[in-house]
């Protein structure tokens, strides 16, 4: 974790489960578990449920007036269409039309917006656009998520969260989770029905450990980064840099992907 300048407040559970904290994203993050074999968090989020931290990933509010014609220029997607409580997958292109980064954006208001994004460069041009303009990007590390993935996730729930069921995908409500305010997102990266819980990084692990608590009889079990990994590659979900030119250049041509060459084209 020697280049980690962004601290998970979950890091003692993650090395108590026998992780070394590798780096992803500036945060040390729990590639592998001691006491769970990846086939067995790969097996858990299949067929029952598991839990993962995955606040790596960086979350910006981009908040203002101007909030919604900035993200249509930073981002591919018709910003319009997303209301309050929606969200959309979109992608991040350069100035030659080439794929940079990805995010799910999530509208909390009229003018207000939640981008979370991986390790592109995603911020920078959400920074770059706004400046003259009347919007705030506030970059958030308090902010943690938790992500509870696998088909028996909204069983559990549903024990915790009214209306949890009707929730519709791509969809999200600000609730409570064992007392704490939370935000929880109806998406993933595993291909399976799973839940997103944004929370306090005072409230996550009080978060952590009553899910995994009340979840044992479930079968639910804490899940590594690189379980993760398996999952969204059977699911065809992209990692960037990893599954891109930039990572793996083509000998007679620049770094650099189209959204058809990636198939998401969609976006």
């Known amino acids: 974790m020697a280049n980690s300048w962004r601290?998970?407040?979950?890091?003692?559970?993650?090395?108590?489960?026998?992780?070394?904290?590798?780096?992803?994203?500036?945060m040390g993050t729990a590639w592998t578990y001691g006491a769970t074999s990846l086939s067995e968090a790969h097996e858990a989020i299949r067929t029952r449920a598991g839990l993962m931290d995955v606040s790596g990933l960086?979350?910006?509010?981009?908040?203002?007036?101007?909030?919604?014609?900035?993200?249509?220029?930073?981002?591919?997607?018709?910003?319009?269409?997303?209301?309050?409580?929606?969200?959309a997958y979109a992608t991040m292109l350069n100035e030659a039309g080439k794929f940079v980064d990805d995010c799910v954006i999530y509208r909390t208001g009229p003018n207000a917006f939640m981008v979370v994004h991986g390790a592109g460069s995603g911020h920078e041009m959400l920074v770059r656009s706004a400046q003259g303009r009347q919007v705030a990007v506030l970059f958030d590390d308090d902010l943690h998520?938790?992500?509870?993935?696998?088909?028996?996730?909204?069983?559990?729930?549903?024990?915790h969260v009214p209306g949890i069921r009707e929730l519709p995908y791509f969809h999200h409500l600000q609730t409570r989770l064992f007392g704490c305010s939370v935000m929880i997102s109806r998406t993933g990266y595993t291909g399976e029905r799973g839940y997103e819980i944004?929370?306090?990084?005072?409230?996550?692990?009080?978060?952590?450990?009553?899910?995994?608590?009340?979840?044992?009889?479930?079968?639910?079990?804490?899940?590594?980064?690189?379980?993760?990994?398996?999952?969204?590659?059977?699911?065809?979900?992209?990692?960037?840099?990893?599954?891109?030119?930039?990572?793996?250049p083509f000998a007679d041509q620049p770094a650099g992907d189209t959204l058809w060459e990636l198939g998401l084209d969609f976006t």
């Open 58 to 87: 960086k979350k910006v509010h981009y908040v203002g007036p101007h909030a919604e014609s900035l993200l249509e220029y930073a981002t591919s997607r018709d910003i319009s269409k997303i209301y309050p409580g929606k969200s």
């Open 145 to 159: 998520d938790l992500s509870l993935q696998g088909p028996l996730a909204v069983d559990f729930l549903a024990e």
């Open 7 to 26: 601290i998970s407040a979950l890091a003692h559970r993650h090395r108590a489960l026998g992780s070394a904290l590798e780096d992803w994203n500036g």
């Open 198 to 248: 944004f929370c306090k990084a005072a409230d996550a692990p009080l978060l952590w450990d009553s899910i995994l608590e009340k979840g044992r009889t479930l079968g639910i079990i804490p899940c590594a980064f690189t379980a993760l990994d398996w999952l969204r590659v059977e699911s065809y979900l992209l990692f960037f840099p990893y599954d891109n030119s930039e990572k793996y």
